[in-house]
């Protein structure tokens, strides 16, 4: 009598023949359905050599799989103990990264910058991080070159802001009234790193950036 391997991974339990249902065989229920198939096929039909030798490559199969998927689990951990500690060396590092925040805090301010189109003259906002206007900086005229935003962290009033993160908008006009387009960035240290749901975060005073944002290391 031959035993045909249950669809889909089943197995039968003793408590009340109750069916339960298995995602995949093992290389263990391979071989326990393989060798109940030998005890139990009729001797006077026994299994011929070529669908023995289908089964054990099936099992040879399956070996090989469980054996490349681990692995390819091992190098994929590797890889990313590799990662860590490159990111690991970025601590300490100037970058200068894509976005339009800033961070106050622990004495510290970091950068902004934003490059013109064409020459105009600008004006740069400052929000929290409800969206409110806390500043506004008119810096005249300025031309295509590389700028800084250097904020004191004051508001309009001239006190000093809570620390957090805050957002700068900037906004320029040629001589002719026209808007001007601009690029805007920002610029600090890497004070820390955090991993949350397999993104790797570095940490910028109170901002957050991936290392695809960063644009350049200064130093």
Not at 146 to 171: A, R
């Amino acid at each position: 009598m031959n035993i045909t391997p249950l669809s889909g991974g089943e197995k039968t339990t003793a408590a009340g023949g109750q069916t339960t249902r298995k995602n995949s065989l093992s290389q263990e229920d391979f071989m326990s359905l393989f060798v109940a198939q030998l005890r139990n096929q009729n001797p006077l039909q026994p299994m011929d050599n070529y669908q023995m030798a289908s089964q054990m490559a099936q099992f040879s199969g399956l070996q090989a799989l469980n054996t490349m998927s681990q692995a390819i689990q091992n190098m994929t951990a590797f890889q990313a103990s590799i990662n860590n500690l490159q990111v690991a060396g970025l601590i300490g590092k100037r970058v200068e990264a894509e976005g339009n925040r800033l961070s106050v805090g622990a004495g510290m301010i970091t950068e902004g910058g934003y490059q013109l189109a064409r020459p105009g003259k600008v004006t740069i906002k400052i929000y929290d991080k409800e969206g409110k206007l806390v500043r506004t900086l008119d810096e005249g005229l300025r031309d295509t070159s590389k700028q800084k935003i250097l904020w004191d962290g004051k508001n309009q009033m001239g006190n000093p802001v809570p620390e957090g993160t805050y957002t700068f908008e900037v906004s320029a006009i040629d001589a002719t009234g026209q808007s001007v387009s601009c690029s805007s960035w920002l610029v600090g240290t890497i004070n820390g790193i955090s991993f949350e749901d397999g993104i790797t975060y570095l940490h910028l005073g109170s901002i957050k950036i991936t290392i695809s944002d960063i644009r350049s290391i200064l130093g």
